[in-house]
């Protein structure tokens, strides 16, 4: 009789090694639809493509950190990227592993310490969330725009919605950014943060890193968090985008780093974010030509477009 193991196992197949993993997946795949009572046979092949492409598709240093990832969690991962059709062989979606820490108290200090097993998470690109959003059937019109700086910014308290004054001319700094989703009815839902109110907010994230934040111009990182809030507000959204935004919900919990008392921990988050406002205030962004991009949402075509407002 298998008995179930504190690391990795939850059935008796061996996936505790990389090889035995790339042996086995496709049984450990169809035991975990099961116990979902998923029966859908294309759903089936789907899932199974998903874990393929995971698992062939990742250096040594993260097959090695896959296998000692808990296999609910590294299953939950796997369905919910093949739920909303991303892909990562495609780069549509990652797989982000973090160890898991057990409390222990030492001379009165609490600390946390690691256990070598990690949960498995997934975070969706940008293009890819982007591209869920033009599909709905409500969607008139979708883009997102970088804030120069000299453009004035107000909240129009009568329709809820921004304003902008002023030309957004993009040989200068970068003061925030902007996404705006049009209807079908010609309802306006948008949302605009500054630099500081996205890396404030980035940083509850366990991935959040300042160096991600230091280019202010042309980067994901603040434009996704944009998104990532005007989608909240979005009516009618696709069961696609409310599963992308329950799994990047999930994303903001507290994994602590490993073996540091938990007060000098929340000093250091503190810190972290502290030193991440400075760097946007201290840097200057070099000038640049780049264009920002429209999406035509009947076409699909992208074109070039210097202002938003």
């Not at 496709?26 to 492409?53: C, G, M, V, W, Y």
């Amino acid at each position: 009789m298998t008995t179930k193991k504190e690391t990795n196992q939850t059935t008796d197949l061996q996936v505790n090694t990389v090889l035995g993993l790339q042996t086995n997946y496709k049984q450990l795949a169809e035991n975990h639809l099961a116990e979902r009572f998923s029966n859908n046979p294309e759903f089936k092949a789907e899932f199974i493509k998903t874990f393929s492409d995971l698992i062939f598709s990742q250096n040594d240093e993260m097959l090695e950190k896959l296998v000692k990832t808990r296999q609910n969690t590294l299953l939950n991962a796997i369905f919910k990227a093949t739920e909303v059709g991303a892909s990562f062989a495609k780069k549509e979606v990652s797989f982000i592993p973090y160890e898991i820490f057990k409390k222990t108290t030492e001379k009165g200090v609490e600390k946390k310490v690691a256990t070598g097993e990690f949960d498995a998470m997934v975070i969706f690109d940008i293009n890819f969330e982007k591209q869920q959003i033009l599909k709905l059937p409500n969607c008139k019109r979708f883009f997102t725009a970088e804030v120069r700086e000299g453009v004035k910014v107000t909240e129009n308290l009568m329709t809820g919605t921004t304003d902008f004054e002023g030309e957004n001319d993009i040989t200068k700094p970068t003061i925030g950014y902007y996404a705006c989703f049009i209807t079908t009815e010609g309802e306006k839902y948008d949302k605009f943060m500054t630099l500081a109110q996205i890396v404030e907010r980035a940083s509850f994230s366990p991935q959040f890193k300042s160096s991600n934040y230091k280019q202010t111009s042309n980067n994901v990182h603040y434009e996704k968090l944009v998104v990532r809030n005007l989608m909240k507000e979005i009516p009618k959204i696709s069961n696609e985008l409310k599963s992308i935004m329950a799994v990047e919900d999930v994303q903001y919990h507290d994994y602590i780093e490993v073996e540091e008392p938990v007060q000098k921990i929340e000093e250091k988050k503190v810190n972290k974010l502290e030193q991440a406002k400075k760097e946007i205030a201290d840097k200057k962004p070099a000038k640049t030509s780049k264009k920002d991009e429209k999406v035509d949402t009947d076409t699909g075509e992208i074109t070039d477009v210097e202002e938003y407002f």
